[in-house]
């Protein structure tokens, strides 16, 4: 059954007092396509493409790095240091140029005494003098990974950084990312703004599909102000179909994660930015009602996702997970609406409506591909 804002552990969430992320955080990080290979010239690029290419517009807003930003040790004073050699201007300088195209920049640490790449301190012990440092740079956005931590649980490590940043001075989105190891979905909302559900996502149908469903059982947590995170958006980076690209993006969306974009934002081609584009389908992300969509049927391989929108809408996905082209059907008992319910059901991938349906909806859906559709009752 679809979860509705009205169940017991939606209205008793206790949001970190930030005021952010009241619908999913859009924007692009530096992991999936580059790794470690980032510099402030790439950066300056791709918020020159965010705007060129339309993704402002849509909403991706944030400008992300992630890993291997600074210098192996930190400054006489303790202070965390660009890299000299790929951030020569500093990251101050950086996020004014990225705050001068309307957008907002993000930054990477690690709760623990080294990032994950080994190239840069963590801020375990530094989170104070951290987060201070990332509020006078102008940085808006805090992913906080969980590497080299010392075996300390992560319910005690995320929440002095979230703290820290709070007394920062200035409001920073706090994207946590243990990884799942301990359930953050039961206590991150009061501690940040977003939370990984699950290890890092790769390239590939077995991964994004793993995620989807590693990030689907913890859908009644999810609301304005803190969201499950199934990690970053793998579209355009070549691993994947188009028609698999076009179901990661749908039930990223549906999910309401974050929708981050991982691939070389200047240089995106084929069906990439469309498929990034479809502002039907942002729209149902950033849907101000805030409820996590799920898996609601599964005919073996064939599945329906559903989640309530809105004005009475609900959105569908249809979702073919199966070899071989099939017809998949989503009844109204199933995706929450009342089985007299007639609907003109909009086609957000074919940008058509078909009017007046009532009780279910049918669909031949291509293998690996999905069809989204919102419901709106009549």
């Not at 017991?8 to 470690?36: I, K, Q, V």
């Not at 020569?88 to 140029?97: N, Q």
């Not at 991982?262 to 409820?291: H, W």
Request: overall charge negative; proline content about 4%.
């Amino acid at each position: 059954m679809v979860k509705s804002p009205g169940t017991e552990d939606y209205t008793r969430r206790s949001l970190l007092a930030n005021g952010l992320g009241l619908t999913p955080p859009m924007g692009w990080n530096s992991w999936n396509h580059f790794r470690c290979n980032l510099d402030e010239k790439l950066i300056r690029e791709t918020a020159d493409a965010t705007l060129s290419k339309g993704l402002a517009a849509l909403g991706y807003k944030y400008i992300n790095l992630d890993d291997c930003w600074a210098e192996l040790n930190r400054d006489s004073q303790g202070n965390l240091v660009p890299k000299g050699s790929t951030f020569p201007s500093g990251i101050k300088a950086l996020a004014d140029y990225v705050h001068s195209k309307g957008l907002k920049l993000g930054i990477y640490s690690d709760a623990g005494t080294q990032t994950c790449s080994k190239t840069m301190p963590g801020s375990l012990g530094h989170e104070e003098q951290d987060a201070k440092t990332f509020a006078s740079w102008g940085v808006d956005y805090l992913k906080y990974d969980n590497c080299n931590n010392n075996n300390i649980s992560p319910k005690e490590r995320y929440p002095i950084m979230s703290k820290a940043l709070l007394n920062s001075g200035r409001s920073i989105f706090f994207s946590l990312c243990e990884w799942g190891e301990e359930d953050p979905a039961t206590w991150a909302k009061e501690v940040g703004n977003s939370w990984r559900k699950t290890g890092d996502i790769d390239d590939s149908w077995s991964s994004m599909t793993s995620r989807a469903d590693m990030n689907d059982k913890w859908a009644s947590y999810a609301g304005p102000g803190g969201w499950n995170d199934p990690d970053m958006l793998e579209v355009g980076n070549g691993g994947m179909t188009t028609t698999e690209y076009r179901s990661h993006f749908s039930i990223w969306a549906l999910a309401k994660a974050p929708l981050l974009i991982g691939c070389d934002k200047r240089s995106m081609d084929g069906a990439t930015p469309q498929l990034l584009s479809n502002a039907e389908v942002i729209a149902v992300n950033q849907d101000k009602l805030g409820v996590q969509g799920n898996k609601v049927k599964t005919y073996g391989d064939l599945e329906v996702w559903a989640g309530p929108l809105s004005g009475k809408r609900v959105a569908v996905a249809l979702w073919n997970r199966g070899s071989s082209t099939a017809t998949i059907t989503a009844y109204w008992s199933d995706v929450g609406l009342p089985s007299t319910a007639v609907v003109n059901a909009r086609d957000l991938w074919a940008h058509s409506t078909e009017k007046s349906v009532k009780g279910q909806i049918s669909a031949a859906v291509d293998a690996h591909d999905s069809k989204m559709y919102v419901l709106t009752p009549q």
